[in-house]
């Protein structure tokens, strides 16, 4: 096991490249399956849910070829539907993209429960609900979520009462070779939704509306091979801007698109930092003196509860009171409990937490229960005096290539540590 170890108080300077978007290449890979031909896809993240979904991927059958880090052929012409393992699937919540594509492809999908970060309730009604418009049978057997239908999905219109990122690339993957239009409605407009039709566009299929809250799906017979870049990653991007904004110090975060960096951009600019905005880049400057702000999470072009955890903890130096309304995921205020050991004054009540900020933080042992809380701890710590101890970093792994590597080179004083388990043992049980 490892740990992070860093020793705050350091202002970061320089460049920093963003890698593709985790949540972007997980619904590519598994819309691999509905193509017989092969894939290539470049700009993948090398983080471990990336890794694991490529292993499902070939433990069901498909060919995939590593032409670089960061780039991947996949052939899916021999995969076998319904084959996962329970063990493999549930170590992601992109598992959860195998029954959209393998109900596409096959007219039947099984998959055990998808894991992913606790981070509170992660239903699947309104995926299931989908696939029964879409005229399959769903249910849980053992475990497992099982769609079917004998004459595969048939287009029709599905209706989402909320806005679902998962669910609205579910029934994207699952209408692609339907029979028939589909129409989405109340569909999610995240970037990573785009990035899907755009790659599904590329095989041949014809998806239009994606990008707004209606999405057109009309079946197509068979999809062909393609090359395809994934998009930067918007969250790992707002991580950067958001640490360098609470230890001080100018950044240039390269290999972004600014236009999904908005909302984060804006409250930058809000709590008193400076953003230059490029074509492919973005400058933050901080004197490291910022002023209190509000947050209140919402489905894109909202503020994504993905960069929740790191504002919150960046508004732990700003000066004044943040009010901070988590809109999405009910369980994503538990890492407050980490940071106020570290001295902040973070108050919890459901979905609302006040942050009274200013206080200087000192450094802490801290234990990191999910991806995003992981990465509020580091940035917390980076900005922190003294030394703090980040134990469960692979969390952080799941979803960040090299984030030490990457502080580092800004000038952080970070690195990872080899720990035996015994040591290990006191951090895990604050969870
Ligand atoms: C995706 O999760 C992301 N995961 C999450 O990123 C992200 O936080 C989330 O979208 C919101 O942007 C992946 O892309 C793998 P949702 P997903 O369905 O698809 C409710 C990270 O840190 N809901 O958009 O699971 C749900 O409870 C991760 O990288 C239902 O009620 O999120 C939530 O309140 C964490 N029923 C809301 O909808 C359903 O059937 C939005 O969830 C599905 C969802």
Redesign the pocket.
């Known amino acids: 096991m490892e740990n992070i170890i860093i020793n705050g108080g350091r202002p970061l300077y320089g460049n920093v490249t963003i890698n593709g978007m985790?949540?972007a290449a997980?619904?590519v890979i598994c819309a691999c399956i509905l193509n017989e031909e092969p894939c290539i896809i470049d700009n993948i993240p090398p983080v471990s849910?990336i890794e694991i979904l490529l292993d499902i991927l070939v433990s069901m059958g498909a060919s995939v070829q590593r032409l670089s880090k960061t780039s991947v052929e996949i052939n899916c012409k021999h995969i076998i539907p319904c084959s996962s393992t329970n063990e493999m699937a549930v170590k992601?919540?992109?598992s959860?993209?195998l029954l959209g594509a393998e109900f596409g492809r096959f007219g039947k999908a099984s998959v055990f429960s998808p894991g992913?970060?606790s981070?509170?309730?992660?239903?699947?009604?309104?995926?299931?609900?989908g696939f029964e418009a879409l005229g399959a049978t769903c249910g849980f057997k053992g475990g497992r979520i099982e769609v079917e239908s004998e004459r595969g999905p048939i287009g029709s219109s599905i209706y989402f009462d909320?806005?679902?990122?998962?669910?609205?690339?579910n029934m994207i993957l699952a209408s692609v070779l339907a029979d028939g239009v589909t129409v989405i409605e109340n569909a999610?407009r995240?970037p990573?939704i785009v990035d899907l039709a755009v790659f599904l566009n590329a095989c041949g299929a014809n998806i239009t509306g994606a990008g707004t809250s209606v999405i057109k799906v009309k079946g197509v017979e068979k999809l062909h091979g393609c090359r395809y870049a994934i998009i930067p990653d918007m969250?790992e991007a707002g991580t950067f801007m958001a640490a360098v904004a609470a230890t001080s110090g100018k950044v240039t975060v390269k290999n972004v698109i600014p236009k999904h960096l908005e909302a984060v951009s804006a409250k930058l600019e809000e709590a008193g930092a400076t953003v230059i905005v490029g074509d492919d880049y973005i400058t933050v400057e901080s004197n490291g003196k910022l002023k209190g702000v509000s947050i209140v999470t919402q489905?894109?072009p909202g503020f994504?509860?993905?960069m929740q955890p790191q504002f919150s903890a960046m508004l732990c130096f700003a000066e004044g009171t943040s009010d901070v309304v988590e809109?999405?995921?009910?369980s994503r205020f538990l890492f407050t409990d980490e940071l106020n050991k570290m001295g902040a004054n973070i108050k919890v009540d459901g979905n609302h937490a006040v942050i009274r900020g200013g206080a200087a933080l000192s450094g802490a042992p801290l234990f990191c229960h999910?991806?995003?809380a992981g990465a509020a701890m580091v940035i917390a710590a980076l900005a922190s005096e003294g030394e703090s101890t980040i134990s469960g970093i692979d969390k952080i792994e799941?979803?960040y290539y090299d984030i030490v590597g990457k502080f580092e080179k800004l000038g952080a004083n970070i690195q990872k540590k080899e720990v035996k388990t015994d040591e290990q043992s006191y951090t895990s049980l604050s969870v």
Not at 119 to 129: E, F, S, V, Y
């Open positions: 985790k949540n997980l619904p849910d992601l919540r992109g959860s993209y992913g970060c981070i509170g309730a992660r239903p699947l009604d309104l995926h299931m609900k909320k806005v679902s990122v998962g669910a609205t690339a999610a995240e990573h969250i489905p894109y994504a509860t993905d809109n999405i995921f009910n999910d991806l995003r799941r979803g």
